[in-house]
């Protein structure tokens, strides 16, 4: 299959699309300029339930993934990756 380097429905070609990544995918606390890389395996909790937040463990997901998920997505103009 071949790749499409034309522009994409954003209007950017393919090489831009692949560098640039929507801070949008992920909500940095810290309002860094690019995606930070988490590495922790848990996450703070505000209930001892499980329904604390998006985040619980880093096997079920973290923001780190969740831009990269969002990221591919973009690029292969799919919904989801």
Do not use: C
Request: without cysteine.
């Amino acid at each position: 299959m071949a790749v499409d380097t034309t522009t994409s429905k954003t209007g950017y070609h393919l090489a831009t699309e692949l560098v640039h990544i929507d801070s949008d995918a992920v909500k940095d606390n810290y309002n860094a300029a690019s995606v930070p890389i988490y590495q922790t395996a848990t996450f703070k909790q505000n209930s001892a339930d499980g329904s604390g937040g998006e985040y619980d463990y880093s096997r079920s997901g973290n923001p780190t993934r969740t831009a990269v998920e969002v990221h591919m997505a973009k690029i292969m103009k799919a919904e989801r990756a």
